[in-house]
């Protein structure tokens, strides 16, 4: 079966550093989605990856190993307004977006 | 604006009332998909369209209907719902369904059956 995993729920302070895991085992791979979704509204693209290495982005980088199965999202100089939860998703040989249940990241002064 | 529209944004509803709901975009994008979201689950795709007149099951297509007359717009339709389909619902579109695309959100329905 197809399989995303993150971790449920993270906390981390304002000002510091995390980091959100993701590893995948889907039929095929065409690439990486991460998402940010706040509570109660829609999801809005962060990045995409489909080679391996990372992707810088302001304060987002985002990770890809294939050959592990393993994605991170990297959150630096954390704001309150980063508490959300972030979604990672694989687009898989059918070109289907398998989606992972999304990691709830909860900011704390 | 760019947007994804959806109608209603909120829905209480009894068992077997036939329901539609609304979804339109304005980016001409020729890829839609009907996603739903519940507590402690991913986004689940219910159907999708990679162009007009072309509708394909997604993961949990029982008890849904779509139709995709016109490019922009991409109803969901609930023939006689049931209290399992109590859900957030969104709909996506990108302007293609090659694997790099983004996609847009609407901003969501979040549907109550009783």
């Known amino acids: 079966g197809q399989n995303i995993d993150q971790p449920t729920e993270m906390t981390a302070t304002e000002g510091a550093i995390v980091q959100i895991n993701c590893t995948y085992q889907?039929?095929?791979?065409?690439?990486l989605f991460w998402y940010q979704q706040h509570a109660g509204e829609a999801p809005t693209f962060l990045s995409y990856n489909v080679l391996d290495g990372l992707e810088e982005k302001g304060r987002f980088s985002s990770f890809l190993s294939r050959s592990k199965g393993y994605s991170y999202l990297l959150l630096k100089e954390l704001q309150m307004k980063d508490s959300a939860s972030y979604l990672c998703a694989v687009f898989d040989s059918n070109y289907q977006l398998i989606w992972g249940a999304g990691t709830k990241l909860i900011i704390k002064p | 604006e760019a947007q994804v529209t959806q109608n209603p944004r909120y829905l209480i509803t009894v068992t077997g009332k036939k329901l539609t709901v609304t979804c339109s975009q304005n980016?001409?994008?020729?890829?839609m998909s009907w996603y739903r979201q519940d507590p402690g689950l991913g986004l689940r795709q219910i159907y999708y369209s990679m162009n007009v007149e072309v509708t394909d099951k997604g993961d949990v297509p029982e008890g849904y209907k779509v139709s995709r007359k016109e490019k922009r717009n991409f109803p969901l339709i609930l023939e006689s719902p049931s209290p399992n389909q109590t859900s957030l619902y969104f709909c996506a579109s990108s302007p293609t369904s090659d694997p790099y695309n983004e996609q847009f959100f609407g901003p969501g329905t979040r549907l109550t059956v009783l």
């Open positions: 889907t039929s095929g791979f065409n690439g």
């Open positions: 980016m001409n994008h020729e890829y």
